[in-house]
């Protein structure tokens, strides 16, 4: 049976607050040299499947520059391969309307399913981190002539208000849905991965469902109470990074001794676009503990517990500690980076402090997203020379002058 993916990587995620400024969350940098997408994208190839499209919409140009003709995931292939769907208006049906949800979408790209002449869709999220074959789901959806399967997989009671929620009987089949629910006795996740027979994708988003936006919070609900919609347990590794904390702590899991998330398994190799650059550089009084460090880094000072991207440089007498630091960001002399996210580009001056003191007063626009004590600095913000910066402070992608950035703060957005 001939499969499509279809990845929706088109989300504004606010969670993100500045790190999603200028480029959507799938094209958001991870573990240093990869994007959030490249997971996804390499799920697909590495389970055989090499029909993927991608739709994008908000702020795509990263994302495109990223995927460009696939050829990292060898999606570059004149039959099939990857596909970049930019959104557009709909036709005078619509009156010219721009598509406004996960349902929507697909929606508007289902020609593409059509061409693809697929027997079924396999609809995937692009700002996950996990690895995952996705040939036994489709035998699990194949053996119980599902209409829809979903994977899902155990949540912590706490989290269930983050996610679409399940209830299965023995069998597997779903007999509830609830779309982020305050409250809910069920602890089974929807994972975001999806697989449609193609008849009944076009069928429900063409037909009874054509009003319908999103996927979790409409369609999917409505489907479970008409056709055969089952979920497929996964019980691997998988983090949804839409927030801060979220980004944040998948981040820093991949320090552990033994990380859940194992990125040099040769069995499952997760693909990126890189540039090519030196090795790592370490001067004679550097100083590192814990890291992932990415080619092209030099590091003159102390690094401890932190995720260094491509590029970055750490001057004599500087520390950064249990952070993460993205591309070509310069740290200067003396400066001191605590519990922070540092996007790319970013000069920080010479003795700044960022992630200062124990003040951990939530952020005043994002207190219940920015209440861990992690401090956000946006892609090429310049923090001066001799500046501190609180905690949960977010600075946005510009100069600033301020000496003092009190915690809570936010600064330049």
């Not at 970049?84 to 010219?96: I, K, N, R």
């Not at 983050?162 to 597997?172: E, H, K, L, N, Y």
């Not at 479970?224 to 949804?240: P, S």
């Not at 626009?365 to 310049?382: D, F, I, M, S």
């Amino acid at each position: 049976m001939n499969t499509l993916a279809m990845i929706l990587a088109g989300g504004a995620a606010p969670g993100l607050h500045t790190l999603t400024h200028s480029r959507a969350e799938a094209a958001l940098p991870f573990g240093g040299k990869y994007r959030v997408i490249d997971f996804t994208l390499s799920n697909c190839v590495n389970s055989d499947i090499f029909d993927v499209a991608v739709l994008t919409q908000y702020l795509p140009r990263s994302l495109n520059d990223h995927i460009r003709a696939g050829k990292p995931w060898d999606l570059d292939r004149a039959q099939g391969g990857v596909r970049l769907l930019q959104p557009y208006q709909s036709g005078a049906e619509e009156s010219g309307a721009w598509q406004e949800g996960s349902a929507d979408a697909v929606r508007f790209n289902l020609d593409v399913v059509r061409e693809s002449k697929a027997d079924q869709v396999l609809l995937l999220a692009g700002s996950h981190i996990y690895k995952m074959n996705y040939q036994p789901m489709i035998e699990f959806h194949r053996l119980r002539r599902a209409d829809v399967t979903i994977a899902v997989r155990a949540v912590s009671p706490h989290q269930t208000h983050r996610f679409g929620m399940v209830a299965a009987d023995t069998d597997g089949r779903i007999t509830r849905f609830e779309e982020k629910p305050r409250r809910t006795r069920s602890t089974l996740a929807s994972m975001g991965v999806y697989l449609f027979a193609a008849g009944v994708l076009e069928e429900w988003l063409n037909g009874r469902g054509r009003g319908y936006r999103h996927l979790g919070g409409e369609l999917i609900p409505r489907l479970v109470r008409e056709k055969r919609v089952y979920a497929y347990a996964f019980e691997g590794y998988w983090a949804n990074v839409g927030t801060v904390p979220a980004y944040f702590e998948a981040n820093m899991a991949l320090l552990a001794d033994i990380p859940a998330l194992d990125l040099s398994d040769p069995r499952w190799v997760i693909h990126t676009r890189s540039e090519q650059r030196p090795p790592v550089w370490l001067g004679p009084q550097a100083a590192i503990s814990g890291n992932l460090l990415c080619d092209g880094a030099r590091i003159e000072g102390k690094v401890l517990r932190s995720v260094i991207g491509p590029g970055v440089v750490v001057a004599a007498g500087a520390e950064v500690r249990d952070s993460i630091v993205m591309n070509d960001t310069v740290i200067g002399p003396g400066a001191v980076v605590d519990r922070a996210i540092i996007d790319k580009e970013v000069q920080v001056g010479k003795g700044a402090v960022i992630g200062f003191g124990a003040d951990n007063t939530p952020n005043a626009l994002a207190p219940e997203t920015l209440n861990t004590g992690v401090t956000l600095v946006g892609k090429r913000a310049q923090v001066p020379a001799g500046a501190c910066l609180g905690r949960n402070v977010v600075v946005g992608p510009a100069l600033f002058d301020d000496e003092t950035i009190p915690s809570g703060s936010t600064v330049g957005l």
